[in-house]
Each structure stands twice: as C-alpha cells, then as structure tokens.
C-alpha cells in the first residue's frame, strides 16, 4: 500500500520489510490476543496518488479504517465493499469526487460511516437501507442530487444516533414521520428544505442534544410542543421562521446555545429565559422581537454572548442594566444590542464587563455620556457606540484601552477636543470611526493615524487642505472618512488610492483621475467605496475600476459623456452629463440605486436597463429623454421603491404593467407628454396602502460609511421638499403637467397610507372619487388646472393630516365642507 501511494512526510517511515512486525508501525493497531490487523489510523498523513484497496483485501479481520484529511485521486474504490467486517470507516475530506459507490451499502456490519466532503455525489441513497446497524453517519456536503425521498431511507436505520447532512442539496421530504427515535445528533443545515413540518418528528427526539437546522428555506411557525428536554444545541437561523420563540426552549435547562437570528420571529423575550442557567450563547439577531428586554437575563452566570442585534427591542439601557449580577458581568464576552429601539444612558456598570471583547450598541437612542468606566475594559477588542444620541466629550479613559482595533462613536452628538492623549494606548487600534460628531482634533504632525480613519464634520483646525500627518502615512490608510470637515483645494494624488473615501461635502475642486483596481484583495475591505458628493470637482467623469462598490458623485461640475464612465458604477445626479444613456449601464446588475437626474441626457432609455433587477431606486427626472415609458419597467424591478422620470419629454400612454411595483412608495412621471387614462390598476400600488413603521437611519446602502442617505424631492404642499432620514415613511404619485385625460380612477382611494397626490395640469374630467376620505395619511392633494365638473364630496372632511389642498381651476360648484383642515 506504501509503494502505491505518494508519501509527503516521514510518518510512515517505519512501515519497511526490515521491520516485520507490522503491529509496530504507526497508524496500524493489532488484537493482543490474535495479533490481527484490527484499526488502520492514516488520517492526516499527507498520502497522495489513487487508493489501490487491493492491498488491503487480506486484511479480513479490520473492523477500523480511517483515511480522512487526505489527498487520495479519483473516486471511492467499489472493491471496498470486501472488507466486511468493518464497523468504522471514515473516508472524510480525502479529496475522493465523483460518484460514491452503492456497494458500501454491502458493509452490514457498519456501526460509523462518514463520507463528508465536496466534490462527490450519490445517485439516491437507497443502498444505506442495508446499514442496519449504523449508529453515525456523516454525509456532510455530498451531493445527494436535490432528494426528496432521504427520509425514508433514514427510517429504515432504527439504530441512528448521529446524522450529518449538511449542504446536502436535500428538499423537502415527501414524509414528515420517521421511526427513529434515538438521535442525539442532527445536523440538516445549509439545504433547500422549506416545509417545517418535518420539525415535528424532530421535536419528539426525547434524546436530542445537538439540532442544526440553519440556511434552508424554512416557514412558518416553530412548534409550540416538544419534548426535547435534554437539548444543548439549537441552531435554526437564517430561515423564514415567523412565529413567537416558543415557551418550551425556556424549559431545556440543559441548553447552552442557541441560534435563532435572521429569520422573522416576533413576539417578547419572555422572563423565563433565567431558566436557562446553563445557557453560553443567546443570538436572537435580525429578528423582529419588540417589548423590553427582561431584567432577568442579566442573572445568567455562564452566557459568553448575547446578540439581540436588529430587532425592535426598546426600553431604558439604564434601567434594564443595572444591579447586574457579578457572574453575568464576568461572564460576558460579546454583548451586541445594535439597531433596536433602546434609550437612557449607559451606567458605570458598563465598566465592570471585565472579560468582555466586543460591546457593540450601535444605532440605538441611548444618551448621556460614554462613562469614564469603559475604560476599565482592558480586553475590550472592539467598542461600537454610533448612531445614538450621545452628548458630552470623548473620555481621556477610552486612551487606556490598549487590545482595542476598532472605536465607532460616529453619528452622536459629542463635542470637545480630542487629542493624542485619548489614543495613548492604542496602538492596535485599526479602525476609528467618529464623524459625525462636534469635535476639534489637535495631534501633532508625527501623529500616527489608525489605518482606517472616519472624521467626518469635525473642525481640523486651521488647515484647509488634508492635514500632513495623513500624507506621511498615507501608505497605510485603507479607510478615509473627511467628510463636510471645510476643506479645500485639490486632493492630493496618494488620497485616490485610499480604497474607501469619503470626501463629500467640502470644497475641493480639480479632475478626478482614473480609478485603478486596488492591489490587496486579501484585506478588508475588498471593494472601492468613494464618496465624492457636493464639491466642485469639474472635467470628465473619470473611468471607474471593476472592483468599485459604492459611488456617489453627485452636486459636482462634471461634464461630457457618461460612456467610457460606464463601460469599464453609480450616483451621478446634478452634474452637466449630456448625450445618451449608454447600453452597457445593463451589466451594472448588482445596481441598488441610479440616480441620473439632473443632467443633459438625450435619446430614449436604453433597452439593457432591464438587467439592473435589483433596482430600489431608478431616477432619471430633469434630462432630455424621449419615447414611450417602457413596459418592462412594472415587471423587471421587484424591489422597486422610487421611480423619478419626471421633466423629461416622455410621451404615450402610461403602461398598466407599472401597477406591478408592488414596492412602489414614490411615482413621479410629472412635466411630461403622457396621454390617455390613469392605469385604473393604481389600487395594486399595495406598498401605498400598508402602514409602515420607522426603523430611523434613511434608506442607506454604504457598508463602511452609512454615509449615503438616499434622498428624493417631492413637489408638495405648493413647495418641493426634500426628504431623506425619513424617506422610508413617504409615499407619493405626482402626475401632474402632463395630457392625461378621462376620469379619476377610484382605485386611488385603496391607497390609504398616501400622503402626496398630486394630479394637477391634466385634462382630467369627471367628479372627485367620493371616498376621498379613506385616505386618511393624506396630507396634500393638488387636482387643479383639470376639467372636473362634481361637488367636492363630504368625506374630504375626514383628511385630518391635511395641510394643503388645490382644487382650483376647475368646474366644481356647491357648497364647500367645513372641517378643522378646510376654514
């Protein structure tokens, strides 16, 4: 077997007929009493080449062979199958692919098989059922062809402890009961099973300890009735679960991890959760769970990690923290409670998570001051505090943090002087993320800087261009954030290596030069990041790098054409662009937002656009564009949520297929050449008619800055208005200053959750729908400069949001309705 193999270290070195006493030689364990060859143990030995098992063949007394953690060629050898009496084979990540052979299902005696490893598949699994004493078996990431019928083969093993089918390519079994009733270990994560009814049978495992269930399509509810009472393992997240955390997980006192995030879970975190006294991980991450958090779960004595991150979780920081237990507070090493709804004010017991490494509360309404205690904190890796409303000056204590990488208090309300003395012992720290804030940085020239850096809004002093101790290390910065800080001038050349910059609002001027591909794609981050927004740059747009993610040009002086820009990324509004939209922008298909408006395009939109398929935002307004509205533009954009073509020189009708953008809170198409009827479809516009809550933030996109907050101007209330951190809550259909002609659809009543209608400047004719009323949100209604010959109906008086109403210029008459909005 030796002299078949290619052999890449020495551990086999005694394996030599000069010894012939082959009991001796690693890896090999014989019988003391037969002297039989009983166990081969080669996992790890770097053997190589194609596995020739006839060497192997007299060997009839092995019951143990393990050759995992190799890199054998070809496939599992079918002879295998004549070592009978094996009841342990493990062939794991051996690097074996292609088909694995049925014949193993001939090994009746075995008690383990594991299998596991990519590149091999199985055409069913109809041989196991001749494994009737298997106990473990590991086919983890072993192509079993999109199966629906495993689960009846894995009835027929009786006797099954341990299973492992992991990335399996499983879909949802065709029975959702098995026999088995021994499994201590599940492990069905990462396939393509959607009907949790199969949990059903899972549940009533009463010897269950591990359950892995992540990363499948999972819907619905989790079963409110279980009995898997001994459970230490419960992992189901990143599925579509919708249900409340069921009260039967508060009764498993063995349990010490749980993984339930990233699904749609709702609900409260019940107080019952100090039950869990053996409990070390409780992620409940990206959820929807509201109410407080209980008290009680500060009086866990072993949690190591607590992520309640992205929920709707609310109540008094101060108050849910405080008098925390001293096994709690020593115990915690990551505490996340990021973008919830929570506020007060962070109490010196904050200081007393003396194990903790990560204490992350970003995007929260917590106020006060970051007390002196944090620095206390003396193996604190990463202290996140942005996007909360945090006053006060930086504490000189957070200096002493000496395991620190990466500081965010960005986006606060903080104020003060920072200086070298608030970074004396950091010098791990990477990553400072802090603008936003009200600070004025003094530091000397020699000042070293993190290598990624955000000082955004802050007073730099009395330089006005980018200070000198960033250019003596520019060759380490990968992160730049000197957004509105007042400075000027050109940039200078180092700056546009930097791989993510922001730039925005100042007052440089210049050419921006080409982006080239950044060099290291092994260190984060991995994609160029610019933003350049609001400055006076001028002259061609400059070429942009395929590795470019995110890019925010816009309210600059650049001009000439958009296609050399395009054809090798993108946020170009109220520039000086002119010529037609190049087809290549179609290959942009990862594209989230485009806005072009504000420029001097011509021609008409180009047919490539419908590749752009994750589109949330689509703005062409204030341009030169011609032609019909296309009809692909309700149907190719599911995600659709602002669609701007308004003063342009569109004409034709307006396509039905628009009442397919279900995601649709803002439609302005006005100052155009539209004719014919409103889509009387309009009531389809479902997103205008469903209450919406709001998370604060914006629509944001950016992955290192949170520095684009996407932003639309609504003509409204006889002004235009921008809106921004609140643009989640707005909808609006302006369809104004175009021939548009017959009557007012009433499937604009549907829209209850409207607040901006606008239909003036039109040929409209017929009466005011009469449940007008329904639309409750609606806070300005302009129908003006129309032909609409009806009384204004009574149930206008019920619009108690209305702040402004035209009617004017058309042929109305009676009286007109008193309320509180119309004097």
Same mark, same amino acid.
């Given at each position: 077997?030796?002299?078949?193999?290619?052999?890449?270290?020495?551990?086999?070195?005694?394996?030599?007929?000069?010894?012939?006493?082959?009991?001796?030689?690693?890896?090999?364990?014989?019988?003391?009493?037969?002297?039989?060859?009983?166990?081969?143990?080669?996992?790890?030995?770097?053997?190589?080449?194609?596995?020739?098992?006839?060497?192997?063949?007299?060997?009839?007394?092995?019951?143990?062979?393990?050759?995992?953690?190799?890199?054998?060629?070809?496939?599992?050898?079918?002879?295998?199958?004549?070592?009978?009496?094996?009841?342990?084979?493990?062939?794991?990540?051996?690097?074996?692919?292609?088909?694995?052979?049925?014949?193993?299902?001939?090994?009746?005696?075995?008690?383990?098989?594991?299998?596991?490893?990519?590149?091999?598949?199985?055409?069913?699994?109809?041989?196991?059922?001749?494994?009737?004493?298997?106990?473990?078996?590991?086919?983890?990431?072993?192509?079993?062809?999109?199966?629906?019928?495993?689960?009846?083969?894995?009835?027929?093993?009786?006797?099954?402890?341990?299973?492992?089918?992991?990335?399996?390519?499983?879909?949802?079994?065709?029975?959702?009961?098995?026999?088995?009733?021994?499994?201590?270990?599940?492990?069905?994560?990462?396939?393509?099973?959607?009907?949790?009814?199969?949990?059903?049978?899972?549940?009533?495992?009463?010897?269950?300890?591990?359950?892995?269930?992540?990363?499948?399509?999972?819907?619905?509810?989790?079963?409110?009735?279980?009995?898997?009472?001994?459970?230490?393992?419960?992992?189901?997240?990143?599925?579509?679960?919708?249900?409340?955390?069921?009260?039967?997980?508060?009764?498993?006192?063995?349990?010490?991890?749980?993984?339930?995030?990233?699904?749609?879970?709702?609900?409260?975190?019940?107080?019952?959760?100090?039950?869990?006294?053996?409990?070390?991980?409780?992620?409940?991450?990206?959820?929807?769970?509201?109410?407080?958090?209980?008290?009680?779960?500060?009086?866990?004595?072993?949690?190591?990690?607590?992520?309640?991150?992205?929920?709707?979780?609310?109540?008094?920081?101060?108050?849910?923290?405080?008098?925390?237990?001293?096994?709690?507070?020593?115990?915690?090493?990551?505490?996340?409670?990021?973008?919830?709804?929570?506020?007060?004010?962070?109490?010196?017991?904050?200081?007393?998570?003396?194990?903790?490494?990560?204490?992350?509360?970003?995007?929260?309404?917590?106020?006060?001051?970051?007390?002196?205690?944090?620095?206390?904190?003396?193996?604190?890796?990463?202290?996140?505090?942005?996007?909360?409303?945090?006053?006060?000056?930086?504490?000189?204590?957070?200096?002493?943090?000496?395991?620190?990488?990466?500081?965010?208090?960005?986006?606060?309300?903080?104020?003060?002087?920072?200086?070298?003395?608030?970074?004396?012992?950091?010098?791990?720290?990477?990553?400072?993320?802090?603008?936003?804030?009200?600070?004025?940085?003094?530091?000397?020239?020699?000042?070293?800087?993190?290598?990624?850096?955000?000082?955004?809004?802050?007073?730099?002093?009395?330089?006005?261009?980018?200070?000198?101790?960033?250019?003596?290390?520019?060759?380490?910065?990968?992160?730049?954030?000197?957004?509105?800080?007042?400075?000027?001038?050109?940039?200078?050349?180092?700056?546009?290596?930097?791989?993510?910059?922001?730039?925005?609002?100042?007052?440089?001027?210049?050419?921006?030069?080409?982006?080239?591909?950044?060099?290291?794609?092994?260190?984060?981050?991995?994609?160029?990041?610019?933003?350049?927004?609001?400055?006076?740059?001028?002259?061609?747009?400059?070429?942009?790098?395929?590795?470019?993610?995110?890019?925010?040009?816009?309210?600059?002086?650049?001009?000439?054409?958009?296609?050399?820009?395009?054809?090798?990324?993108?946020?170009?509004?109220?520039?000086?662009?002119?010529?037609?939209?190049?087809?290549?922008?179609?290959?942009? =298909? *990862?594209?989230?937002? @485009?806005? !072009?408006?504000? $420029?001097? +395009? #011509? /021609?008409? &939109? %180009?047919?490539?656009?419908?590749?752009?398929?994750?589109?949330?935002?689509?703005?062409?307004?204030?341009?030169?564009?011609?032609?019909?509205?296309?009809?692909?533009?309700?149907?190719?954009? =599911? *995600?659709?949520?602002? @669609?701007? !073509?308004?003063? $342009?020189? +569109? #004409? /034709?009708? &307006? %396509?039905?297929?628009?009442?397919?953008?279900?995601?649709?809170?803002?439609?302005?198409?006005?100052?155009?050449?539209?004719?014919?009827?409103?889509?009387?479809?309009?009531?389809?516009?479902?997103?205008?008619?469903?209450?919406?809550?709001?998370?604060?933030?914006?629509?944001?996109?950016?992955?290192?800055?949170?520095?684009?907050?996407?932003?639309?101007?609504?003509?409204?209330?006889?002004?235009?208005?921008?809106?921004?951190?609140?643009?989640?809550?707005?909808?609006?259909?302006?369809?104004?200053?175009?021939?548009?002609?017959?009557?007012?659809?009433?499937?604009?009543?549907?829209?209850?959750?409207?607040?901006?209608?606008?239909?003036?400047?039109?040929?409209?004719?017929?009466?005011?729908?009469?449940?007008?009323?329904?639309?409750?949100?609606?806070?300005?209604?302009?129908?003006?400069?129309?032909?609409?010959?009806?009384?204004?109906?009574?149930?206008?008086?019920?619009?108690?949001?209305?702040?402004?109403?035209?009617?004017?210029?058309?042929?109305?008459?009676?009286?007109?309705?008193?309320?509180?909005?119309?004097?």
């Amino acid at each position: 077997m030796k002299e078949s193999l290619k052999i890449t270290n020495h551990t086999l070195s005694l394996w030599n007929t000069t010894n012939s006493n082959c009991c001796v030689w690693n890896g090999v364990v014989c019988s003391d009493l037969t002297g039989h060859v009983h166990r081969l143990h080669l996992h790890s030995q770097s053997l190589h080449a194609k596995l020739n098992l006839s060497t192997l063949l007299d060997l009839k007394h092995l019951t143990y062979l393990d050759l995992s953690q190799n890199s054998f060629q070809g496939s599992i050898p079918s002879s295998i199958a004549s070592l009978k009496n094996l009841e342990y084979l493990n062939l794991s990540n051996a690097r074996f692919h292609g088909k694995i052979p049925p014949t193993i299902g001939n090994l009746s005696n075995l008690r383990t098989l594991v299998l596991e490893g990519s590149g091999q598949k199985v055409q069913g699994l109809e041989w196991l059922s001749g494994l009737v004493r298997l106990k473990h078996l590991n086919m983890n990431f072993v192509d079993i062809g999109r199966d629906n019928k495993w689960l009846e083969i894995i009835n027929a093993l009786p006797r099954l402890v341990e299973l492992h089918l992991r990335g399996c390519k499983l879909l949802s079994p065709r029975i959702d009961h098995v026999n088995v009733t021994s499994l201590t270990f599940l492990d069905l994560s990462r396939n393509e099973i959607a009907s949790f009814s199969i949990a059903r049978w899972i549940l009533r495992q009463g010897s269950l300890l591990f359950l892995e269930m992540s990363r499948n399509y999972f819907q619905g509810y989790i079963p409110s009735t279980s009995n898997t009472t001994k459970l230490q393992h419960i992992d189901l997240s990143w599925n579509k679960l919708s249900s409340p955390i069921p009260d039967w997980i508060y009764s498993c006192h063995d349990l010490k991890f749980v993984y339930l995030g990233n699904n749609f879970l709702n609900g409260t975190i019940s107080k019952h959760v100090e039950n869990l006294t053996s409990l070390e991980t409780y992620d409940l991450r990206y959820n929807v769970i509201s109410g407080e958090i209980p008290r009680d779960i500060s009086s866990l004595c072993m949690v190591r990690v607590l992520d309640l991150s992205g929920n709707r979780l609310e109540g008094n920081v101060s108050h849910l923290f405080e008098n925390m237990s001293r096994c709690f507070l020593e115990a915690v090493v990551i505490l996340r409670l990021r973008q919830n709804k929570l506020s007060g004010h962070l109490t010196d017991q904050f200081g007393e998570f003396k194990n903790s490494r990560f204490l992350d509360l970003t995007k929260n309404s917590i106020s006060g001051v970051i007390p002196n205690s944090l620095g206390k904190l003396s193996r604190l890796r990463r202290l996140w505090l942005g996007f909360n409303k945090l006053g006060g000056e930086l504490p000189v204590s957070i200096g002493q943090l000496s395991k620190l990488r990466s500081l965010t208090f960005g986006r606060n309300m903080m104020e003060g002087v920072v200086n070298e003395t608030h970074f004396e012992k950091l010098t791990k720290l990477k990553y400072l993320f802090a603008s936003g804030n009200n600070f004025t940085l003094k530091v000397s020239p020699d000042w070293i800087p993190p290598l990624e850096i955000g000082l955004g809004s802050w007073n730099l002093g009395k330089v006005s261009e980018i200070a000198s101790w960033i250019q003596l290390h520019c060759k380490n910065v990968l992160v730049l954030d000197l957004s509105d800080t007042g400075l000027s001038g050109e940039v200078p050349i180092w700056v546009w290596d930097v791989i993510s910059l922001n730039l925005s609002h100042n007052h440089f001027h210049g050419e921006i030069p080409d982006f080239k591909p950044w060099g290291n794609r092994l260190v984060f981050p991995y994609y160029r990041h610019v933003y350049l927004s609001s400055n006076r740059f001028s002259g061609p747009l400059p070429r942009v790098s395929y590795d470019t993610l995110e890019l925010d040009l816009s309210n600059n002086f650049f001009s000439g054409s958009l296609s050399h820009f395009l054809c090798d990324a993108t946020s170009d509004s109220n520039n000086l662009l002119f010529g037609r939209i190049p087809s290549s922008i179609g290959s942009l =298909s *990862n594209l989230l937002s @485009l806005n !072009l408006g504000g $420029n001097n +395009f #011509s /021609g008409q &939109i %180009p047919l490539s656009i419908p590749n752009c398929t994750k589109l949330m935002k689509f703005d062409l307004g204030d341009n030169g564009l011609v032609g019909k509205m296309p009809t692909w533009i309700g149907t190719s954009f =599911s *995600n659709l949520m602002i @669609l701007v !073509l308004s003063s $342009n020189k +569109f #004409s /034709g009708d &307006i %396509p039905s297929t628009l009442c397919h953008l279900h995601t649709l809170q803002i439609l302005d198409i006005s100052s155009n050449h539209f004719s014919g009827v409103i889509p009387p479809c309009v009531h389809n516009l479902t997103a205008m008619a469903t209450r919406r809550s709001f998370g604060g933030g914006g629509i944001q996109y950016s992955q290192v800055f949170d520095a684009f907050i996407e932003s639309v101007l609504i003509d409204a209330k006889g002004l235009v208005l921008q809106y921004d951190t609140i643009l989640v809550l707005v909808t609006s259909i302006n369809l104004s200053d175009n021939n548009l002609s017959g009557e007012i659809p009433k499937g604009f009543t549907s829209l209850v959750e409207l607040k901006f209608l606008n239909l003036s400047r039109n040929h409209l004719i017929g009466s005011i729908p009469q449940r007008v009323g329904d639309m409750r949100e609606l806070e300005s209604l302009d129908l003006s400069r129309n032909s609409l010959i009806c009384q204004i109906p009574i149930s206008v008086t019920r619009l108690s949001f209305l702040s402004y109403i035209d009617l004017s210029y058309n042929l109305l008459e009676g009286k007109i309705p008193e309320s509180t909005q119309i004097l």
